[in-house]
């Protein structure tokens, strides 16, 4: 008789377990903490594609002086009155030794001071916009001043894209394209992994020359350094596609998942192609830099205009990205055998 009271609450302890284990919340309630959570997530949407461009602007931008002592002085007094924070001013002791840094990339733009007057050098090429704001800042310190004020765009972009809008909008078919390969080529090689990582590079290779031809030949966003800019992108790509496969390698579709939604929402409205990371509020810029759409954004820049001056940093980024994808990529090779079940997807 005890066994069987014994038996009957152990059932009826169990049946209450489950059932509790089973009772979903309310509807109200899952409707409630789906909205909240997708409203937290739009208004971090909002604030990383908008604010980049809302709070962006100069601050501390490189810029160089030639003059007298006095001129410099008195210069670099207006220039902070007309804009504030916005310049962080090197005195050079000569015009050549001015134009050599521009064109190295080590400083935006320059003044070159004759008493009361002004000749500013700037880099169209380096970011049209860094460029209009220092030409409206030596404006405003002309007529604060009374002297002669001239602009002399040492860099200039193509007549045929005066504003760099091809190269500018390289941000968004970056990422479509380091991301596209790993879902596609997946596909089509479920199991060899030797072809999967072939079509990868292969297409890396492919996409850096059609972006090249259509950037030279359709939009005559660059005159030269066609090979230069392919390999640039080639390597942008590249730098994108292999971590997400090395992801998607080690930890399944979930881990590619994150990698390609980093890159997107993340790396892309953070890359500042159009007009230079430091143009970005303090600090975003420097992390979009880090992530690989900024680096082969500032690399492909450098390539096109300035004969890869400046552009060291974003090569051994894209590098380094690259050598992590495939180190992933191998383990996952070795730890499991690939199948077709396992392939990515922009979702799950």
């Known amino acids: ?87 962080a001013p090197q005195r050079f002791e000569s015009e050549s030794e001015l134009r050599t840094a521009i ?13 009361s007057d002004v000749h500013a050098l700037v880099a169209g090429a380096g970011s049209a916009t860094i460029s209009g704001a220092i030409s409206n800042a030596v404006e405003a310190v002309g007529q604060a001043t009374g ?11 193509p007549e045929a894209d005066p504003t760099g809008i091809g190269i500018g909008g390289l ?9 596209v390969p790993v879902v596609a080529f997946r596909k089509i090689f479920p ?64 881990g590619f998942t994150i990698g390609a939604m980093t890159m997107m929402f993340l790396g892309n409205p953070l890359a500042g192609i159009s007009t230079t990371s430091a143009w970005l509020p303090s600090g975003l810029g420097t992390v979009g830099q880090i992530l690989p759409p900024g680096a082969a954004g500032a690399l492909v820049r450098s390539a096109a205009y300035f004969h890869g001056a400046g552009g ?10 690259s050598v992590v994808g495939l180190v992933l990529f191998a383990v996952g090779a070795r730890r499991t055998p690939v199948v077709a079940s396992t392939a990515p997807s922009l979702v799950g």
């Open 1 to 87: 008789m005890a066994d069987i009271n014994i038996d009957t609450s152990a059932t009826e302890v169990e049946s209450s377990v489950q059932g509790a284990a089973g009772r979903k919340p309310h509807p109200l309630i899952l409707l409630l903490g789906m909205s909240g959570g997708l409203g937290v997530i739009l208004v971090l949407l909002l604030m990383v594609f908008i604010l980049p461009a809302l709070k962006g602007g100069p601050h501390d931008l490189p810029v160089g002086i030639v003059g007298l002592p006095s001129d410099v002085t008195e210069f670099e007094q207006a220039l902070h009155g007309a804009a504030p924070g916005a310049y």
């Open 103 to 115: 064109f190295d990339r080590d400083i935006v733009g320059g003044f070159v001071l004759g008493g």
């Open 147 to 157: 002297g002669d004020v001239t602009v002399e765009d040492v860099v200039p972009l």
């Open 171 to 179: 941000a968004f078919p970056l990422v479509f394209g380091g991301i």
């Open 191 to 254: 199991r060899s992994m030797i072809w999967y990582l072939a079509g990868l590079i292969g297409f890396a290779m492919l996409g850096g020359i059609v972006v090249a031809s259509i950037l030279t030949f359709s939009f005559g966003s660059i005159e030269a350094a066609f090979w230069p800019v392919a390999a640039s992108m080639a390597m942008g790509i590249a730098a994108l596609a292999l971590p997400l496969a090395g992801l998607q390698s080690v930890f399944g579709a979930k």
């Open 312 to 321: 060291l940093t974003a090569a051994l980024t894209l590098v380094l990205w």
